[in-house]
């Protein structure tokens, strides 16, 4: 129901815009979240936009280098991602909270998940 796209290798300081594709359900009333996961690591919060307002949260290490919005018309939600470092190589993953619940920045607050699109850097 979450399908992820836009994943690839790019070289550092690139630009890369990934998509997440929602059907079967509405999604307007959850909040949407991208996270990362890298070979060895945990998955990681990346970027979220609550449900109502659009209000937009990011990890430290990605502000002003990723921005994430939606498309409610689409269904569909974005991440731009500019300025590509090596370290931001990994496999990323969009994902719906629950009904009318705010962003939150841990995998357990989250119902639904795409398979993952992968981003790789080169230095």
């Known amino acids: 129901q979450l399908v992820e796209s836009g994943g690839g290798l790019v070289q550092a300081g690139g630009s890369l815009r990934l998509s997440c594709a929602a059907s079967g359900r509405t999604f307007l009333n959850r909040a949407m979240g991208w996270f990362r996961q890298a070979p060895g690591k945990e998955r990681e919060f990346v970027a979220g936009?609550?449900?109502?307002?659009?209000?937009?949260y990011y990890a430290d290490s990605v502000k002003g280098r990723f921005t994430i919005s939606r498309d409610n018309a689409k269904n569909t939600v974005y991440l731009q991602i500019n300025s590509l470092k090596p370290e931001d190589t990994a496999a990323y993953y969009c994902?719906?909270?629950?009904?009318?619940?705010?962003?939150?920045?841990?995998?357990?607050?989250?119902?639904?998940w795409g398979q993952g699109t992968q981003v790789t850097v080169s230095s």
């Open positions: 994902a719906a909270g629950s009904p009318y619940r705010s962003v939150i920045m841990t995998v357990d607050g989250y119902d639904y």
């Open positions: 936009i609550s449900w109502s307002s659009g209000r937009t």
